[in-house]
């Protein structure tokens, strides 16, 4: 669940593409203006969660209004589209299940329950750490091969091989924009992860078990 909204958020925060823009000067890469890259990553937004098959997206050159994107570019920025929306799926099905299973524990009312709950919280958050932790390394050590592997895992075609020295896609969001996005992802996610466990670990702290009255404490 945790992992999932982050990417959703990642997805359709400009921000994060604006500063991608910024931090590796996707206006020379590209040699469209700032402003007319800036409102392509709206529109990309926009795509992601609209019921688009196709985007289009024109931008002022010297020459005139001309496609920011060509036919490959288009076709995989479906394929990715699907792939967000395959995760977004996933990301409020988690969530809903989460939901319910919590406001059923509270339903029951009881400590035991509740303690059971925090419990299962604390462990779930730190084997997501652990997690990360692993992937953390692995990334660091060889953050390529993960990031062909994805691609060779997510996709079901090679569309994703782009040219960067003519391709607008990869130029605007080369391979060191997606490592510091998955950096991003992992770091928000152990983010929450550390903010849950603490809580859940608070919890059972201050509200320790509760031992069963004896015969002579219960009055019999």
Do not use: C
Not at 9 to 14: D, I, K, L, Q, R
Not at 86 to 113: C, D, H, K, N, Q
Not at 154 to 159: G, Y
């Amino acid at each position: 669940m945790l992992v999932t909204t982050n990417v959703r958020w990642a997805a359709n925060e400009t921000r994060l593409y604006h500063y991608g823009f910024d931090r590796y000067d996707a206006e020379a890469a590209t040699g469209i203006s700032r402003s007319e890259l800036d409102r392509a990553a709206d529109k990309l937004v926009r795509y992601f969660n609209d019921d688009d098959q196709t985007i289009r997206v024109f931008v002022q050159e010297d020459d005139g209004r001309v496609s920011l994107f060509n036919e490959q570019e288009t076709s995989h920025l479906t394929d990715v589209k699907n792939l967000f929306r395959t995760v977004f799926r996933v990301e409020e099905v988690s969530l809903a299940f989460a939901l319910v299973f919590v406001v059923s524990v509270f339903i029951w009312a009881a400590e035991g329950p509740l303690r059971i709950l925090a419990r299962i919280v604390l462990q779930a958050s730190l084997f997501t750490l652990g997690l990360l932790a692993l992937f953390g390394v692995l990334t660091l050590v060889g953050f390529d091969e993960l990031f062909l592997r994805f691609h060779l895992v997510a996709f079901t075609n090679d569309l994703w091989k782009l040219n960067p020295d003519t391709d607008h896609l990869i130029q605007m969001f080369p391979r060191d924009f997606w490592f510091d996005a998955t950096m991003l992802v992992a770091g928000l996610t152990a983010a929450e992860a550390l903010v849950l466990a603490g809580l859940s670990a608070a919890y059972l702290r201050m509200r320790p078990m509760m031992k069963p009255l004896t015969a002579d404490q219960s009055g019999g």
